[in-house]
């Protein structure tokens, strides 16, 4: 995640101290997305988990979660983070949050909004959520076309509102691509009318059904237009006196990028910018980022399930994250020395780390290969 709020407007927030407080190190204790069920009842286009109607039929039951949880506490994670399908349609999904929040694991949802209504947001604010990351691909038509049911849109904005309502922390997730990339406009006029505190722009990841949307994502051209649009509109609602957290997420050229506009426009924070990506470390697939599927296996983030680590329902996750006499995971604790191509010679390896090793296994059929989302030019990358 890139804090375009942090960066280019010195807007602090939360967990800033998590992306650019400490050092990055191969032994960072990892944020953990856990997919606790297939199950959605929505069935988005771009949807990374492929998830369908059903629960699949070996997700682990309320007592593994329990030990689950228990292990990552122990471990230092500092937040997890409860993704699906869609995690609100799990039974026990209430009693996985609470056990999570006596744990003192902060615990973060990622969810589609539609079964958040005033009662739900209610009792997640009791239990002790942190917050609510709701997906929101674009206005009314748009939005109802990517999820694939009609009316989901205000399903969104009544989710949206109740969270407010009961003072929990809410924003927006928008995954950017041809198709909706217009759709950017309208989604800051919402975050203003609504004074929505946060806002993450995803880029497209070609996992999943999201395989099916290479065609669709943008152009570097186009990558280019939109990332300077988030930095000049996050300035903009800054300057209207609107502290809104603004992030883009899963392209890591991005701080790059920023830094690069930072230095143009001879911003006195550039060179201070540039340290605190350092020490975020861009990419951190199999270190201070992780997935475990509904099944229990292990992957080094959500999107990348090509190659899976173990399962903990053989072994605690602690154990599994740690043991580097898996080949790829030794790899991922230090992937700057293994990427190949542009990423090798690239004078901005220490800020991004080379970038998604899931799209350029997707497009190259080589985990090392340079990411093809890369935007950054030849020039651009080309140290002194």
């Not at 069920?37 to 309320?62: F, G, M, Q, W």
């Not at 674009?138 to 003072?167: L, T």
């Not at 603004?246 to 990028?257: F, I, K, M, R, S």
Request: charged fraction near 30%.
């Amino acid at each position: 995640m890139i804090s375009i709020s942090k960066l280019y407007c010195g807007v602090d927030a939360e967990l800033d101290h998590l992306r650019y407080g400490k050092k990055f190190t191969s032994d960072k204790k990892p944020v953990v997305v856990w997919n606790v069920t297939k199950a959605c009842n929505l069935r988005c286009i771009h949807c990374y988990a492929k998830a369908d109607n059903s629960p699949a039929p070996n997700e682990l039951t309320t007592q593994e979660a329990f030990k689950l949880l228990e292990d990552l506490s122990q471990f230092g994670c500092p937040v997890i983070l409860f993704s699906g399908g869609e995690p609100l349609i799990r039974f026990d999904i209430l009693d996985l949050i609470k056990k999570a929040v006596e744990l003192k694991l902060r615990v973060v949802i990622s969810t589609n909004g539609m079964l958040i209504d005033e009662g739900l947001a209610k009792e997640l604010k009791k239990l002790g959520v942190s917050y609510v990351g709701i997906s929101l691909d674009g206005w009314r038509e748009v939005h109802d076309k990517f999820r694939g049911v009609k009316g989901s849109f205000e399903k969104v904005i009544s989710a949206i509102e109740a969270c407010k309502r009961q003072n929990l922390k809410v924003g927006i997730r928008f995954t950017m691509s041809k198709l909706n990339a217009k759709e950017i406009p309208k989604i800051f006029n919402l975050v203003e009318e609504l004074k929505i505190p946060r806002i993450c722009f995803y880029h497209l990841v070609y996992s999943g059904r999201g395989s099916n949307l290479i065609e669709q994502d943008l152009s570097h051209e186009e990558t280019r237009f939109w990332v300077d649009y988030i930095i000049t509109k996050t300035k903009e609602l800054y300057d209207k006196g609107l502290k809104v957290e603004v992030l883009t997420v899963d392209n890591h050229a991005d701080g790059p990028y920023l830094y690069l506009r930072m230095k143009r426009e001879n911003h006195p924070n550039a060179e201070e910018v540039y340290e605190l990506l350092k020490i975020n470390g861009g990419n951190n697939s199999g270190v201070g980022i992780s997935c475990i599927s509904w099944d229990g296996y292990v992957y080094a983030d959500q999107f990348w399930r090509t190659h899976t680590f173990g399962n903990i329902r053989e072994k605690p996750f602690s154990k599994i994250w740690m043991d580097t006499s898996n080949p790829l995971m030794a790899k991922l604790k230090d992937k700057k020395r293994y990427v190949k191509g542009r990423c090798s010679c690239c004078r901005f390896l220490d800020l991004c780390a080379g970038n998604f090793r899931a799209r350029a296994e997707a497009v190259n059929g080589d985990i090392w290969a340079s990411d093809p989302a890369c935007y950054l030019t030849d020039e651009e990358i080309r140290r002194a």
